[in-house]
């Protein structure tokens, strides 16, 4: 049986969100608060964070809490990284989704070096460097990207 799972969606609109990006953390704080802290200096559109906090045991749920940009939701053991995406997903409020893993670091117009303009999916570039490998993964273009996530918990909403 899983645990419960509480969730936190701030009361900040997203409507202007281009996309949400979803991060599991497993009693991972310090990569966790340097990866958020990389979004936020490089983002190039408004995005929509969630992190799925499993246990917490490190201070992680606090230091969430008190993020007023990042929505959560929390389960008191560690329920795994699929359930922990579904539980994320349910509090996407955009078209788009990236994954992002709490141990990834987000150089400059790396995650979304596509055009600003309406047309956002049309020139998108994603890097996954990882701040516990001493290896930058290489490039990959994408045309067009479409992002399906197992649903357990209920009707898609996007």
């Not at 609109?13 to 966790?32: E, K, V």
């Not at 303009?117 to 516990?132: A, D, G, H, K, V």
């Not at 197992?150 to 009707?155: A, D, H, L, S, V």
Request: hydrophobic share 40%; aromatic share 12%; glycine share 4%.
């Amino acid at each position: 049986m899983l645990p419960m799972i509480s969730s936190s969606a701030r009361t900040v609109s997203r409507s202007s969100c281009l996309f949400s990006i979803l991060i599991p953390t497993w009693n991972n704080l310090p990569y966790l608060q340097c990866c958020i802290r990389s979004i936020r200096k490089h983002s190039a559109f408004p995005h929509q964070i969630i992190v799925h906090i499993n246990e917490g045991t490190d201070g992680t749920l606090d230091w969430i809490k008190a993020q007023p940009d990042v929505d959560y939701t929390y389960s008191s053991q560690n329920i795994g990284v699929c359930f922990a995406l579904n539980a994320a997903r349910a509090l996407v409020q955009t078209d788009y989704i990236v994954y992002l893993n709490d141990d990834m670091y987000v150089p400059a117009g790396i995650v979304y070096s596509g055009k600003k303009s309406s047309n956002f999916q049309t020139n998108i570039s994603f890097y996954r460097p990882r701040l516990s490998s001493r290896r930058l993964q290489v490039h990959v273009p994408f045309k067009r990207i479409s992002v399906r996530i197992p649903n357990i918990f209920g009707k898609m909403h996007f």
